[in-house]
Structure formats: structure tokens, C-alpha cells
């Protein structure tokens, strides 16, 4: 089993920044993809970031390129997400998920992903 807590979301205007941290349990996080997805109300959940578990390999939602890094510290079995340049429309939960133990799909698809953490909001204003 694998426990994720996420934190980091909050209020913030557009153009601003945020950071959102999620910190895994076990022993087993250095061999799992890791990824971020976000959902709006009355959406679906939605693709935003992955990092394979070496940190060579990265993938971002077309939504967020240029504006969101995904990065890992497999010492401290954390996975970021920095945001900047904020616009209303990211606004969402956001949810940290745990990929197969040295997982090869597609790590867009939410499927690939075996363990959730329990989400943290982000709120921007316009």
C-alpha cells in the first residue's frame, strides 16, 4: 500500500505561483511513476504532469507546457509540482497519483495510476 498526501493548493490571482508537494508512504516510491491530474466541477479528472521514476522522462498536458514543472526527490519520496503564470482556468482539485511499480503505459491515462492521494484545491482569480 502506498499512502499520498498532497498540499500546497490555495488561493492565488492569475499570474501568480503555487507549489504543490506530495509526500508518499513505503518503501517502494523510487520505481513508481509519479503523476498529477486535476478536476474541475462537473468535469472529468484530467492529464497534467508525469515523471518517470528516474526524472529522465517527463510528460505535461498541452495545457500547461511552458508553464508547469513536474520534478522528484526519490530521498525524500516527494513529487512537485510548480506552477506559474496561473490562469483561471486551472482552477481544480489537483491529485497526486502512484503509477505500477516501474510501470511502461501511457502515464496520461489515469488507469496507470494505483494509488490517489486525497487532492488539494487550486483556486485562481481573475
Known amino acids: 500500500q502506498v499512502q499520498l498526501v498532497e498540499s500546497g493548493g490555495g488561493l492565488v490571482q492569475a499570474g501568480g505561483s503555487l507549489r504543490l508537494s506530495c509526500v508518499a508512504s513505503g518503501s517502494t516510491f523510487s520505481t513508481r511513476r509519479m503523476g498529477w491530474f486535476c478536476q474541475a466541477p462537473g468535469k472529468e479528472r484530467e492529464f497534467v504532469a508525469a515523471i518517470g521514476w528516474s526524472e529522465r522522462a517527463v510528460w505535461y498536458g498541452d495545457s500547461v507546457k511552458g508553464r508547469f514543472t513536474i520534478s522528484r526527490d526519490n530521498a525524500k519520496n516527494t513529487v512537485y509540482l510548480q506552477m506559474n503564470s496561473l490562469k483561471p482556468e486551472d482552477t481544480a482539485v489537483y491529485y497526486c497519483?502512484?503509477?505500477?511499480?516501474?510501470?511502461?503505459?501511457?502515464?496520461?491515462?489515469?488507469?496507470?495510476?494505483?494509488?490517489w492521494g486525497q487532492g488539494t484545491q487550486v483556486t485562481v482569480s481573475s
Open positions: 497519483g502512484a503509477g505500477r511499480t516501474y510501470g511502461v503505459g501511457d502515464p496520461r491515462i489515469s488507469n496507470q495510476y494505483d494509488y
